[in-house]
């Protein structure tokens, strides 16, 4: 499988999801950086465990080995950021799940990753206008 996605980059992640597996959400907007991690490793690792190739095309990993940081429950459908080298900032992932328990170490959280679902978002955008 090959991904142009940034790997070893920092991005920020946003949400008001809980700090820790059966606790309330924050009242506070979070965000953390994680680092994009590699696709491969992403797949081979989590993603292949859980559903289908097809399916692991549209995902990626980003976590802080060592550090518990990441998505918990609340933060589903929340932004995954990443900042291009001329200072803009794009829509890389969206949350979606995590491996095991918030923010573990051990784990990365996982996205869907935007640029997979790109022709569809541009087919809605598309149609919305029409309706206009």
Known sequence: MTFSDPVGRECVISGWGSFEYNAE?????????????????CYEYFVHKYTSEATAYSMMCAGNTGNCTGICFGDSGGPLVCNKIDGRWYLAGISSWMYCGCGDSKYSSGFSRVTSAHAWIQEIIANDSEQE
């Open 25 to 41: 959400i924050s009242q506070i907007l979070q965000e953390v950086q994680l680092t994009i991690l590699d696709a491969n490793d």
